[in-house]
Structure formats: C-alpha cells, structure tokens
C-alpha cells in the first residue's frame, strides 16, 4: 500500500515528551486522550503518542539513565513497563491502551529508538521467525550519541529485516497506528541513517496495517528530501524544539528552506508545540515545570508559521491544563482549514524585520501571514497587482486571529502587529 495514504494531510495529535519527558504513564496518556476526544477531535485533532523509553520500569524525567534494564520479550524486543504501564501485563503489550484510545475514535501512536537492544545483543536472544540471532545483526560501532539502548542494525546481514518486520508485526497486532523512530533523520552529529529507514519503510509495509511513520530528529538534510518522501510520512528539520524566541526565529529559515517539499501525504516536521503546560518532568529545553515561555504574541506566530508551511501539529503540554487561551490556539477552524487544505505555502517577501509567507486556499481564496520577526510594532503593505492577484478576485479579508473581515482594496494594509507576533488573513474567493 502507497505509504504516502497514511497521511493525506498533515497529522494531528498530542505527544508526551514535552511535559513528561521518558516518564510518562498509563494514567497520563488516558487522561489526555480523553480531554483530546472531548475537546479537540472536532477540529481535527486525533493522535495520542507515547513518546521514548516506555519500556524503562525506573525512568524519572527527560534525562536518560545510562545503560540501565529495560522490559523485554524473548524475540528481543522492548514491551512496556508494567509499573508505569499496568495494563500490559500478562504479556498483552500496548493492546489494552490502544484499545482505549480507539474507543474514543483516536489514533494511537508510540516512539522508538532505531536498532536492536544492546541488552539483546549482549545475551544473543533470539529474533522472532528466524534462526538469526540478535548478535549476527547487531552494528556495535553505529550507537546513539544521547542514549545507551540501542545497537544500529546492519541492514546487509541476514535477519535484518526480519527482525524490524517482527517489530511492526508486533506493534500491528497491538493496533499502532503511528510510530515515531528516534536517532534516524540525521542531527548535528551525524547523517541520516537510510538503511535502516529502508528496513523501518518495508517492514510496515509487510505488517498489513497502516502506520504513519516519523522520523527524529534532525535537522533533516535537504539532499535526502526524495528518500524521506519515498520512505516516510514526516521528518523533522530541526532538532528539539523548545520555547525560545531564538528557537522559533530559525524556524523561518528552516521553513524558507524546506518550502516546497511538503504535501501528498509527505510533512516536512517543525516539531512538536511547546504550549501550555510543559516542563512537569521534562527537564529540557533550560527548563522544568512551567507554562510555556512564549509570549502570547509568540505562540500566535509559532501557529500561524507551522500552519501554512503546514507541518505536522503535536500538542505538548498537559491538555487537562489548559487555559482558554491555550485551547483557543487549537481550536481555531480557520486556521485548522488552512493547515489541512491549504497548497503552495510559499515566502512571499522577507526583508529587515518583516516576513510574509502566502498559501493558495482549495476554493480559489487566498491566504497571507504577515510576521514581525522585530522588537517594535510594525506595519506592512502588500500590492496585489505586484503579485498578479486582483481585488475583484476576493469578495472580503477575514483575520484568522481575531475574526474580523473587512474589504480587500489594491494594496492590503496590515498595522499593529506586535513585536514577534502575527496577523494572518484569508483572502475569500468570490
């Protein structure tokens, strides 16, 4: 099956990592897919992740523990902890828990890291459907910088695909519906792992259920921009993502690069959203427990920009916390619609401080986010005619943000845009 059906659009969801770091639980994941099904499924909302180290009984926070036990079958594979995962006992896996989440009509997705467990390699367990054992595949000098699990898998030797086909089976058989692989896309350290992703691509395809598949972290590099299209659903283009100002003002040129390469059920990944209530065991990003520390203004940027280039939109915080502002980011339907239906999400003009990105809308309407990268209020000016539109097209301006419309004249005058803030407009067809 043509992997790119798996994601028409850009996925939707909610991701652990941002405020539990490796140590969420059961009851986490089922309260935040509950609030998700009552108050977002509406708008588009449908993915419930867990995020790393599920199968680690001792994990605490965001840091990794070096080189401690993790929960594992006799194929050599990880299975969930049953202390923070009570549920999986008797053997039954993550079953019960996706059960749960498609009962309430969500998508059920967990992470893992690229390889073979090193304690597998260590003992040589066996690999389901094969007399090869974990040893004969294992590369022992293809290691993660930032975490001492996992052992790369020498995509040559015999077994290979066996093993990752194993896995998929596995995660098929407990009704996964979205698997996030870690230490794969490339980083800063070292180049995209394309082998395995081969693996990692063929062995959902032998699985017979579909699964959208994410790959970490980046920055993803631009030249392999065709193999992730042929092999995956999403690929990050930057590496973790937090709440800086900094952080979000290089997205632009991570945007600006990647434009272009996004649609037919392939997303350029700006990472998840670090909104609302983040940091309670997550210890990254130079932070703990908090609220996020983007300013309103901010977090109207950071959606305005992953919605029209649209990137894959992963929720962060704890959504049982969430305020009214922090709800009305991820309820806003035209910005929902945009970020679904939009095409040709394209930099319109960037200069000094002011940027301008343009989307063509599904009904002929045209949309035009207007960013202040700057420290003082601006204002800025667009002649259509400059860029072969024409106000007879338009029958009227919507402001996404704050819902006011008024006429589309020659030239659009948007005033009072906040430093590192937004105003994002429809221009709707006649």
Known sequence: MDHRLFAPTPPMGWNSWDCYGAAVTEEEIRGNAAYMAEHLLDYGWDTIVVDIQWSEPGAVSSHYRPFVPLVMDEYSRLMPAENRFPSAANGQGFKPLADYVHSLGLKFGIHIMRGIPRQAVHQNTALYGTNVRARDIASTNSICPWNTDMYGVDAGKEGAQQYYNS???????????????????????????????????????????PMVLSLSPGPAPLEHAGFFSTHANMWRMTDDFWDHWHLLLDMFDRCEKWQGKSGNGCWPDCDMLPLGHIGIRS??????????????????TMMTLWSIFRSPLFFGGELRDNDEWTLGLLTNRELIHMHQTSSNAALLRRKGHEVIWTAQGEDGSRYLAFFNIGEAEASAKLALSEYGWSKEGFKEALNIWSGETFAVNDELAVSAIAPHGAVLLKLAAK
């Open 283 to 300: 210890v990254d990003g130079g932070g703990a427990d908090r609220w996020t520390r983007f300013t309103k203004d901010e977090q109207i």
């Open 167 to 209: 896995l998929f089976e596995l995660y098929a058989s407990w009704g996964v519906d979205f698997v996030k692989v870690d230490d794969i896309a490339a980083s800063r350290l070292y180049d995209a792992h394309l082998p395995e992703i081969e693996l990692i691509h063929q062995a959902i395809q032998n699985c017979g259920r």
